[in-house]
């Protein structure tokens, strides 16, 4: 068992707070866009020297100013306090005022909303109005001094300013507001600037409100009454710690290479390794270990092949008896594939020779079959041309298999998972996706076009645990768009699902123990690998409502050549990236980062005490646990094997079970098409929501002897002790004769 998360978790970082007073030149807050003319101008004469005029009383006009953010990120917390001043109008009927609003960058970007002046009730948009009117009030405003709350286009509520201001009096008042995300609140505080302020909003519930990264925007609108809107001293406090809103994660650890390929194993360590030497110059392209259970990293056996050819850019499956098989890689140049195999042992922490594909395989993509075979797709031979003969590896025989009659070419590393019928499907990235049967030589028949009608290249693919293959992100331009196949419709066609809130290619797709999909990176620029529009906001799907929520940032960028694994405990492994670094400069990424999801501070965590080491398909077995009674769901995750946005390994099936004194009885699945045969980490979750640490079970078509009833065990031993010394003495009379 590995050490329990509590342990290791990290305190939450210390609140970041960005400030501008228009006085001292740069400070946090930049300000980056004008609407109207005339443009906001800085003056002298504020509360503590310099102001900004938003909107000026000369003319009729409106302006929104965007702040850059230095806080990237979502935060738990916000505290926004500002002084302005709004001068009486002159003439005019209609309203005026300020407008503080915080506007989720996913959907904004970091311009801000071109075209909204003030009070607009924009959709991805926290919004406070400072409202006066004179002459007639709009429909629902309480009066001609007031405070407005608006969220996702919608305005929350309208409060009289009375008690606290007059909002156009001319003089410099304060505001301050506050907004917890995670509990959906906000307060609002008034009063005279450097005086003593009044709640006038308190913890007022915003219907949907949850966390997300935020651009601050102010806007002013004079309009026809010709008035004066100044703004000073703005400070904003991003801060709190929700962990079981947002997740948590660790501090960002140094390590020795980029771990462009990170593969878990049976015994819970991760196998990571870097580029090429030979077009690096110097990379370490040696396999190390990382043991998340201490948090080192190691050097592992070097493989047969490492002199000549590397692993990086190859294929990878779990075999059924945890070793993993690795197919193909870099020869040196990029492009070329050797036609190698090699086959680690973890047990023993030995690679040894496989043998040799009909040609070679840069960036392949494998897939565990129903009977433990593997398939092998893709992957180029030289800079121009591609592998198009899939083969077979066939466990039993240590051969390949061709399949000559389904020559196809691929994109690089296709995007490819096993169909409950026993057929392969190819989901992508290319548009047009198709079916594989790998039975005899192989045949191709088509399946559907994806909705998106572009290839989703440095996109993600998953198979969700209600069996729909789901096709996530990807293209150039990057989408923030997503798709499922339900493989077992009768007409099965691609449908689209909820976009997630960032575009992004370079990303990693994750199978959480909840059911829940994690994407992490990626960047919303198109091309190679730019940095300029990376998110640092992981996502998290929920297939139950088809919805994606934001999550806690992680420190670094991760794009192309990162890799997000699923560990053993729970926990997420986000690593690497950068190699080569793209068109804007994305520095390499010797580093790792260690994610808590929510579901880790849902309450106390279910244990499991002990559960059997192999499991046969469909037969029923035990798993201790002294939280039974509490337990909603079980699944069973296969290890991952993550690089260039695919994950070769992952799958989630889910068990049913029935609580019993000491723990749970199970069902293993029935069916090595929808679980194939390997290594399956099994977690427990419970009503809150809280997931456990997993036990390693090897799922196995191979007999597993039964275990005998505990207390059949015990007698079966009494016997044998009474019995022994009579068994002694038969035994030297037999000696004797």
């Known amino acids: 068992m590995l050490p329990s998360v509590a342990a290791l978790a990290l305190a939450a970082p210390a609140p970041a707070a960005t400030f501008q007073d228009f006085d001292t030149p740069g400070s946090a807050y930049v ?67 300020i407008a503080v609003d915080l506007l989720d960058t996913a959907q904004w970007g970091p311009s801000g909303a071109k075209g909204c002046h003030e009070d607009c009730n924009l959709a991805g948009a926290l919004m406070f109005g400072f409202d006066t009117y004179q002459g007639p009030f709009a429909t629902g405003d309480p009066n001609d001094n007031h405070v407005s709350v608006h969220y996702g286009g919608s305005t929350v509520a309208q409060i009289d300013a009375t008690p606290a201001v007059d909002l156009d009096s001319g003089a410099w008042l304060h505001a301050q507001m506050r907004v917890d995300f995670a509990n959906a609140e906000v307060s609002v505080d008034l009063g005279p600037s450097g005086g003593a302020a009044t709640t006038v909003i308190d913890h007022l519930a915003v219907p949907g409100l949850a966390p997300f990264e935020s651009r601050l925007n102010m806007m002013a609108r004079s309009n026809n009454q010709i008035a004066d809107h100044d703004v000073d001293n703005l400070s904003v406090t991003y801060g709190g710690s929700c962990p079981a809103v947002l997740g948590q994660w660790g501090a960002v650890q140094s390590w020795p290479i980029i771990a462009i390929h990170s593969v878990v194993m049976p015994n819970g360590k991760v196998m990571i390794f870097d580029g090429d030497a030979e077009k690096e110059g110097g990379v370490d392209n040696r396999p190390y270990l990382f043991d998340p259970e201490t948090g080192t990293v190691s050097l592992a056996a070097p493989p047969d092949m490492l002199s000549t050819v590397s692993m990086f850019c190859g294929g990878f499956s779990g075999l059924e008896d945890g070793r993993v098989l690795i197919s193909g890689g870099m020869n040196q140049l990029p492009g070329v594939g050797p036609p190698d195999t090699q086959i680690y042992d973890p047990a023993n922490d030995t690679f040894t020779a496989g043998p040799f594909m009909n040609a070679g ?243 106390p965590r279910p244990t499991i005490t002990s559960a059997p080491d192999r499991v046969n398909y469909g037969t029923g077995f035990h798993v201790a646990t002294p939280d039974a009674g509490q337990i909603a769901k079980v699944t069973m995750m296969r290890l991952g094997l993550a690089t260039h946005s695919t994950n070769q390994g992952q799958r989630i099936v889910s068990l049913p079970f029935t609580a019993t004194g000491g723990g749970l009885d199970l069902t293993a699945p029935s069916s090595n098409t929808v679980a194939p045969p390997g290594y399956w980490m099994l977690f427990l979750v419970d009503q809150n929501g809280s997931v456990s640490e997993s036990a390693m079970v090897q799922l196995t078509s191979q007999r597993v002897p039964a275990t005998p009833p505990v207390a059949l065990v015990a007698i079966a031993l009494g016997l044998v002790a009474l019995a022994a010394p009579w068994l002694g003495r038969r035994l030297a009379k037999a000696g004797a004769r």
């Not at 443009?39 to 929104?64: E, K």
């Not at 001043?85 to 005026?96: A, D, E, F, Q």
């Not at 009659?405 to 096993?418: C, D, Q, S, V």
């Open 31 to 97: 300000l980056s866009q004008d609407h109207q003319p005339p443009a906001a101008q800085i003056l002298a004469g504020g509360p503590t020297g310099h102001f900004l005029r938003l909107a000026v009383a000369q003319t009729a006009n409106a302006n929104s100013i965007g702040f850059d953010l230095t806080d990237q990120g979502v935060a738990c917390t916000a505290t926004i306090d500002f002084d302005f001043r709004i001068t009486k109008p002159v003439t005019g009927t209609s309203g005026h005022g």
């Open 361 to 603: 395989r840069w960036y392949p993509t494998l897939a565990t079959l129903p009977n433990g075979d593997i398939a092998i797709l893709g992957g180029g031979i030289s800079g121009t041309g591609v592998n198009t003969l899939p083969q077979v590896f066939e466990t039993a025989t240590g051969t390949l298999r061709d399949l000559t009659t389904a020559l196809k070419g691929l994109e690089l590393y296709p995007l490819i998972h096993l169909a409950p019928d026993g057929r392969i499907f190819h989901a992508g990235p290319e548009f047009v996706t198709n079916w594989l049967d790998p039975a005899g030589t192989g045949a191709w028949t088509f399946a559907a076009l994806t909705v998106f009608p572009q290839r989703r290249l440095a996109g993600s693919s998953i198979v969700l645990e209600d069996g729909r293959v789901m096709n996530i992100g990807g293209g150039d331009p990057p989408t923030e768009t997503t798709e499922t196949f339900d493989w077992n419709a009768p007409s099965p066609t691609w449908q689209s699902a909820a976009p997630m809130h960032y575009k992004r290619r370079h990303l990693d797709a994750v199978l959480l123990p909840d059911g829940t999909v994690l994407a992490l990176g990626g960047t919303g620029s198109a091309g190679f690998n730019d940095v300029t529009d990376a998110t640092r906001s992981p996502e998290l799907y929920d297939p139950a409502t088809d919805s994606w929520r934001i999550l806690g940032a992680h420190s670094e960028v991760r794009l192309y050549h990162s890799t997000t694994v699923l560990l053993p405990d729970g926990r997420i492994l986000a690593a690497g990236g950068g190699r080569p670094h793209g068109g804007s400069v994305d520095y390499y990424h010797f580093s790792a980062e260690i994610y808590e999801p929510p579901y880790l501070f849902q309450g």
